[in-house]
């Protein structure tokens, strides 16, 4: 039998034993706003380079903490872009994955002494991600971990945006590592 067939056997299988709810007709499912739009893969290699770049990813639903070589020292934008970009091919093959698509459309980042401040968009209505808190995570632990960043606030349409936490509680605070502690996991 054809492998692909088996696969969409077994997920139709699985998606009816779990009770999920289907639609009786498909529904276009519109692509989140914001750098994730293409649904092309990242890079198929991983960047080598002189500069190191700390950015968070997700694995078994933790943050892990990886270090991309790349050409020159990242600005806080640029670390950002990449983060939004996801992990690359070859990242992905070490089980890297990424809660930002779908979850937090990040717009933008400034830095203010030592507080970075990201702009986010509100997610579309058929956005599919329900792991904000690890999508959140990812930025405030690559933004923090930066030299000159410690702490990171998010805001909306030019209001203090209430984020979750790793607690379950919601906060427009400045918020640090610590803030997600239980969700990362140590070097």
């Given at each position: 039998m054809?492998?692909r067939?088996?696969v969409?056997?077994?997920?139709?299988?699985?998606?009816?034993?779990?009770?999920?709810?289907?639609d009786?007709a498909p529904?276009?499912?519109?692509?989140?706003?914001?750098?994730?739009?293409?649904?092309?893969?990242a890079?198929?290699?991983?960047?080598?380079?002189?500069?190191?770049?700390?950015l968070?990813?997700v694995?078994d639903?933790?943050i892990?903490?990886f270090v991309?070589?790349?050409?020159?020292?990242?600005?806080?934008e640029?670390?950002?872009?990449?983060?939004?970009?996801?992990?690359?091919?070859?990242?992905?093959d070490?089980?890297?994955?990424?809660?930002?698509?779908?979850?937090?459309?990040?717009?933008?980042v400034?830095?203010?002494?030592?507080?970075?401040?990201?702009?986010v968009?509100?997610?579309?209505?058929?956005?599919?991600r329900s792991d904000?808190?690890?999508?959140?995570?990812?930025?405030?632990c690559?933004?923090?971990?930066r030299?000159?960043?410690?702490?990171?606030?998010?805001?909306?349409?030019g209001?203090?945006l209430r984020?979750p936490r790793?607690?379950?509680?919601?906060s427009?605070?400045?918020?640090?590592?610590?803030?997600f502690a239980?969700?990362?996991t140590?070097?």
């Amino acid at each position: 039998m054809n492998h692909r067939y088996l696969v969409a056997l077994a997920l139709a299988t699985l998606l009816t034993s779990c009770s999920i709810p289907t639609d009786d007709a498909p529904r276009v499912v519109q692509a989140p706003r914001g750098p994730f739009q293409s649904s092309a893969p990242a890079d198929t290699s991983a960047p080598v380079g002189p500069a190191a770049e700390t950015l968070c990813f997700v694995r078994d639903n933790r943050i892990i903490s990886f270090v991309r070589r790349v050409d020159r020292p990242p600005t806080i934008e640029d670390q950002l872009r990449h983060l939004l970009a996801g992990p690359t091919a070859a990242e992905r093959d070490t089980d890297l994955t990424s809660a930002l698509p779908g979850a937090v459309n990040a717009a933008g980042v400034t830095a203010t002494g030592t507080q970075a401040r990201v702009v986010v968009d509100k997610p579309g209505d058929d956005a599919g991600r329900s792991d904000e808190v690890l999508a959140f995570a990812q930025i405030v632990c690559t933004l923090t971990s930066r030299d000159e960043v410690t702490t990171v606030t998010f805001s909306r349409d030019g209001r203090p945006l209430r984020v979750p936490r790793a607690d379950g509680s919601l906060s427009d605070q400045p918020l640090t590592r610590a803030d997600f502690a239980p969700l990362i996991t140590p070097r």
